[in-house]
């Protein structure tokens, strides 16, 4: 079955940053998380530097609808190059108001929220955060205020 999944580079930290989105979505890493000492050793590839193996090479997170959240490390001894930008956002469609605020809440704390959580003129509850790994997210609930 086709799907889509959200891959996230980070400096050294996506052992906190996965742990954190593990608190705030729940449930379990899929499958192995991979470290770069698991890469088998080939000819003509350089020694990894002891601070970099115990880095992520891959883990993976399902949170809302069943998305993956994918991540790694990206060691400059590896020829990583990581550029932190604002080109990205995660979106997350929550069903309910409580949940959007909810993981509003908990993503932007130790944050930036660039936008309050607020009905906005297209008829969604509306809102924006840079978590404090410097992820950008936006929650869209179409869930009307019944008050």
Same mark, same amino acid.
């Given at each position: 079955? +086709?799907?889509?999944?959200?891959?996230? /580079?980070? @400096?050294?930290?996506?052992?906190?940053?996965? /742990?954190?989105?593990?608190?705030?979505? #729940? #449930?379990?890493?899929? $499958?192995?998380?991979?470290?770069?000492?698991?890469?088998?050793?080939?000819e #003509? !590839?350089? &020694?990894l530097?002891? +601070? *970099?193996? *115990?880095?992520? !090479?891959?883990? +993976?997170?399902?949170?809302?609808? $069943?998305?993956?959240?994918?991540?790694? *490390?990206?060691?400059?001894? !590896? #020829?990583?190059?990581?550029? @932190?930008? /604002?080109? =990205?956002?995660?979106?997350?469609?929550?069903?309910?108001?409580?949940?959007?605020?909810?993981?509003?809440?908990?993503?932007?704390?130790? $944050? =930036? =929220? &660039?936008?309050?959580? @607020?009905d906005?003129?297209?008829? *969604?509850?509306?809102?924006s955060?840079?978590?404090k790994?410097?992820?950008q997210?936006?929650?869209?609930?179409?869930?009307?205020? /019944?008050?």
């Amino acid at each position: 079955m +086709a799907s889509v999944s959200t891959y996230l /580079n980070f @400096q050294r930290e996506t052992e906190a940053a996965f /742990n954190f989105y593990k608190s705030v979505f #729940g #449930g379990e890493f899929i $499958g192995a998380v991979s470290r770069f000492r698991d890469i088998p050793p080939t000819e #003509g !590839m350089p &020694e990894l530097p002891e +601070a *970099d193996k *115990d880095l992520i !090479m891959n883990i +993976a997170l399902k949170i809302l609808g $069943g998305h993956l959240l994918m991540g790694t *490390d990206a060691p400059e001894s !590896m #020829g990583f190059k990581l550029r @932190q930008g /604002n080109n =990205v956002y995660i979106t997350l469609h929550p069903d309910t108001r409580a949940e959007t605020k909810k993981l509003f809440d908990a993503l932007s704390d130790g $944050g =930036v =929220v &660039e936008q309050e959580l @607020q009905d906005m003129f297209w008829g *969604d509850y509306y809102g924006s955060c840079r978590d404090k790994f410097g992820v950008q997210w936006m929650f869209n609930c179409s869930e009307k205020d /019944n008050r």
